[in-house]
């Protein structure tokens, strides 16, 4: 049974940073479609990047708009992790983020809708504020 597990949560100031951490276990996170999802209290689950599988998309990310050029998604095949390095944060960044895999994946390159993902962490509170 895969499992994800997220790290790295926190309270930072506006404008600071943040790594996150997404350990799979059950799977190897190279071969699947890795995606971070944000949920702030009121607001629908937004996908806001993904990475998808190094042996199909060779690696090809995607980013929501809402982030692009702030955040970062990576993956370490050696540390067997997919993080998302948060940068330039805003309040309005404030939420939990989890991370979600698509093992079984039909398409070629990674999506960043919910319903296209398998397995999902627990989440981690993300909190931008002075």
């Known amino acids: 049974q895969a499992q994800l597990v997220e790290s790295g949560g926190g309270l930072v100031q506006p404008g600071g940073s943040l790594r996150l951490s997404c350990a799979p276990s059950?799977?190897?996170?190279?071969?699947?479609?890795v995606g971070w999802f944000r949920q702030a209290p009121g607001l629908e689950r937004e996908g806001i990047a993904c990475i998808g599988a190094r042996d199909n998309s060779d690696g090809r990310t995607n980013y929501a708009d809402s982030v692009k050029g702030r955040f970062t998604i990576v993956r370490d095949p050696a540390k067997n992790t997919v993080y998302l390095q948060m940068g330039s944060l805003k309040p309005e960044d404030t939420a939990v983020y989890y991370c979600?895999?698509?093992?079984?994946?039909?398409?070629?390159?990674?999506?960043?809708?919910?319903?296209?993902?398998?397995?999902w962490g627990q989440g981690t509170q993300v909190t931008v504020s002075s």
């Open positions: 979600a895999a698509d093992v079984y994946y039909s398409n070629s390159y990674c999506s960043r809708l919910s319903s296209d993902y398998e397995y």
């Open positions: 059950g799977f190897a996170p190279e071969y699947a479609h």
